[in-house]
């Protein structure tokens, strides 16, 4: 079945303590993308990759980093988290060309931070 | 401003009403998705369009590249429609694409 994975789905963390929320993608994209969603603010990319070793900055990068080593995967790390990354965060995976191609979401990953 | 705007911003209706969302973008775009939220989080594409019309089932999405402004309707809403759902216009900028989101439509519709 073709999918986009994300762990953990849930966490509760304390500021400052480093994390990694993991993304899969078992469809060969080469684009992934991370999101988060706040209320009343809507979906706002945070980081995205066109393809292996290529990442670059959304519109909101400040306190998180990416990587990608391997096509199928693209880790968000919060290496120090705050309070105001609490969030609901969604990864997303799609052929390059979104005019033609659908955009493949994971199931979210809901974020508290303390 | 945002770049992409959606109204209503909640909607609640009778089932079997027929259900009209509507998107207006500010920017110029190569295509506009309608993507749905369940109350369980999950987001799942509806449509992509960069012309005219597409349906899928009881879903119907058009687009008015003229106008700037897409909509989406729903006929002989059911329940299971309730949802969030929400539209993204794609923007290219120097050969890289990214998507760019309205905060969403909250439909209720009630048996």
């Known amino acids: 079945e073709a999918q986009v994975t994300q762990n953990p789905r849930y966490l509760i963390t304390v500021t400052g303590k480093k994390l990694t929320v993991t993304c899969s993608q078992n469809m060969n994209h080469e684009y992934m993308s991370w999101y988060r969603q706040d209320p009343g603010l809507g979906l706002r990319q945070i980081y995205y990759?066109?393809?292996?070793?290529?990442?670059d900055k959304g519109d909101v990068p400040e306190g998180y980093k990416v990587s990608r080593k391997e096509k199928r995967n693209f880790p968000l790390i919060l290496e120090s988290p705050s309070p105001n990354q609490t969030s609901l965060y969604f990864c997303?995976?799609?052929?390059?060309?979104?005019?033609?191609?659908?955009?493949?979401f994971g199931p979210g990953t809901r974020l508290t931070v303390l | 401003k945002n770049e992409v705007e959606q109204s209503p911003q909640n909607l609640t209706a009778q089932e079997g009403e027929f259900i009209t969302i509507n998107c207006s973008y500010s920017v110029g775009i190569s295509a506009l998705h309608w993507l749905q939220q369940h109350p369980g989080g999950g987001i799942v594409s509806l449509f992509m369009?960069?012309?005219g019309k597409k349906k899928h089932g009881r879903l119907i999405a058009t687009i008015n590249i003229q106008e700037k402004h897409s909509s989406l309707h729903i006929t002989a809403s059911h329940p299971r429609d309730s949802a969030v759902y929400i539209c993204?216009?794609?923007?290219?900028?120097?050969?890289?694409?990214?998507?760019?989101f309205g905060t969403g439509t909250r439909l209720t519709i009630i048996p």
């Open positions: 369009l960069s012309s």
């Open positions: 997303a995976s799609s052929s390059p060309d979104f005019s033609y191609n659908e955009q493949f």
């Open positions: 993204a216009g794609t923007i290219s900028n120097f050969g890289n694409e990214k998507l760019t």
């Open positions: 990759s066109m393809n292996v070793e290529v990442t």
